[in-house]
């Protein structure tokens, strides 16, 4: 057990990263699970009037004919078009960068945003794709067979797992 | 039929051949998934990468419209590449066996065939000898199952009604030459709804159906009483060997569906039908247009159904399998089918 990652104080962090990037009136979406629940954090410290867009990306991964459907596929729900929208894309732990690949492939199936921005609680490094975050709430440096979970949607709480453990 | 042909070693549904033997766990992980890619067919680009790269057979020996186009619009949908094949009117009259015309496309590399047959229980031949990474779904084998059917009638009634256990349901119609019926009774049951019935002319009920779990009725009195949903079935003039109704006429005044036996229903029924409508013989047009039909829902909700069976079956190749490549694939299987034809 790694010492506990504070979320409230990631999310002060992410909050503050991401006012100036209101001008251009973004549109948020979050990953589901736990990027929707960031996502909706960020919202409301944020004042964004706008309803939240969520995606759930199990169509659109680059591992479904080794592991298979998801039986648990929620629906993504883009409130507005977002062609010619700024996008926050939102998630809870950037790792490999494939949900995020993922994720972009299913935006672009919506239209086509005039920008996306990247904002992740935890970044954990191991990116096996070229992708970066703007908005970072923390860095860690973890193992590979070290995990973080988030746990919520009421309270959000960061859990840092040994995989054998 | 050997159900467990539909399953590999660890228990995923590999072929969809037959609703029989699937557990209710497994049709409602169906409906569910399949619940998850209606939204897809309501956006801008209706379409998703999962089955981008494989191809697709639509082999049908039977015509048929709605179901092959459903077939179709599915699997493009899932980015695959789709044939359609009408066999009957191809290599079948020049004197190609089913298993030959098989295992040329095959040979073409198809990742899965989707079958339409006029004999029942053409489907699981196909399924017993294909390699092991190829998919069957039947889309109609003679008289005996039409499981994406089925499945798809399950997913209409669970939208517009909710829960099955508290649900009166009544089939009617040509029960005897229905595969629908057949795939309707094995899902119904295994769901469990509170009651099924099924309401025909003698004639027309297959001996002894009351095994599966039914009542049955002959008169619509009877069987339209307080139900919930009404399941219509096309009387299926092309497979009726000799006299099984007096007249049309006469069919249509005791056994068509018209909005005064509709009323002998709960007010709040759905009245469902597979396709295609004789009108005015088991269906008066007032109540295929009228405001308690989901005839065309169904064709739509048929669409995210048949996507999820593929996505379901296609997905998720077991490690020990995925590692054999194609090639080497199909020369372990050469010898194999050869011997099957001694």
């Known amino acids: 057990m790694t010492a506990a990652i504070d979320v409230e104080a990631a999310l002060a962090r992410m909050v503050e990263q991401l006012r100036p990037a209101l001008k251009s009136k973004p549109l948020m979406i979050g990953i589901h699970t736990g990027g929707a629940w960031v996502a909706e954090q960020l919202r409301r410290q944020l004042g964004l009037q706008e309803p939240l867009g969520t995606l759930d990306i199990s169509f659109y991964r680059d591992d479904f004919t080794r592991v298979g459907m998801n039986p648990q596929v929620r629906t993504s729900h883009l409130p507005v078009n977002v062609e010619d929208r700024h996008l926050i894309l939102v998630d809870d732990v950037l790792h490999t960068g494939r949900t995020i690949r993922a994720a972009l492939n299913e935006i672009f199936d919506y239209g086509r945003p005039a920008s996306v921005m990247l904002a992740c609680l935890v970044e954990r490094g191991g990116r096996e794709l070229p992708i970066e975050p703007q908005v970072v709430g923390e860095r860690v440096k973890l193992g590979k067979d070290q995990h973080v979970k988030l746990l919520g949607p009421e309270k959000l709480e960061l859990r840092i797992q040994e995989a054998n453990g | 039929m050997n159900q467990g042909l539909q399953f590999d070693d660890t228990g995923r549904l590999r072929h969809l051949l037959t609703i029989e033997g699937l557990s209710r766990q497994t049709i409602l992980e169906i409906l569910d998934t399949a619940e998850s890619f209606i939204s897809v067919g309501e956006r801008e680009i209706k379409k998703?990468?999962?089955?981008?790269?494989?191809?697709?057979?639509?082999?049908?020996?039977?015509?048929?419209?709605?179901t092959r186009t459903t077939f179709e619009i599915a699997a493009k949908r899932l980015s695959a590449d789709v044939i359609n094949l009408n066999v009957g009117a191809s290599s079948a009259s020049k004197g190609e066996t089913l298993l030959d015309t098989i295992r040329n496309l095959e040979a073409m590399h198809t990742d899965l065939f989707v079958v339409r047959h006029a004999e029942s229980g053409a489907a699981h031949l196909i399924a017993r000898h294909v390699p092991a990474h190829v998919r069957i779904i039947n889309a109609g084998d003679g008289r005996h199952a039409h499981p994406t059917q089925g499945l798809l009638d399950m997913f209409t009634i669970r939208r517009h009604k909710g829960a099955f256990e508290k649900l009166k349901i009544a089939i009617v119609g040509d029960i005897m030459h229905s595969r629908v019926a057949r795939s309707q009774i094995h899902a119904l049951k295994t769901l469990g709804v509170s009651e099924l019935r099924v309401v025909a002319p003698k004639t027309l009920l297959p001996t002894a159906v009351?095994?599966?779990?039914?009542?049955?009725?002959?008169?619509?009195?009877?069987?339209?009483?307080?139900?919930?949903?009404?399941?219509?079935?096309?009387?299926?003039?092309?497979?009726m060997q000799g006299a099984h109704i007096p007249s049309e006429h006469e069919y249509f005044n005791l056994y068509g569906l018209t909005p005064a036996k509709l009323a002998l229903a709960a007010k709040d029924a759905i009245v469902m039908h597979p396709g295609p409508m004789n009108r005015g013989l088991e269906i008066d047009s007032a109540v295929a247009d009228g405001p308690q039909s989901v005839i065309l829902p169904q064709v739509t909700y048929g669409i995210a159904v048949r996507m999820?069976?593929?996505?379901?079956?296609?997905?998720g190749t077991p490690a020990s399998q995925d590692t054999g490549t194609r090639d080497s694939a199909s020369n372990t299987r050469a010898p194999a089918g050869r011997k099957k034809r001694k």
């Open chain 2, 210 to 239: 009351e095994k599966l779990g039914v009542r049955s009725c002959t008169r619509m009195e009877d069987g339209l009483d307080g139900v919930d949903v009404v399941m219509m079935l096309r009387l299926q003039r092309e497979r």
């Open chain 2, 308 to 315: 999820a069976v593929m996505a379901l079956i296609m997905g």
């Open chain 2, 48 to 66: 998703i990468p999962l089955l981008r790269g494989k191809t697709v057979v639509n082999l049908f020996f039977e015509s048929s419209t709605r």
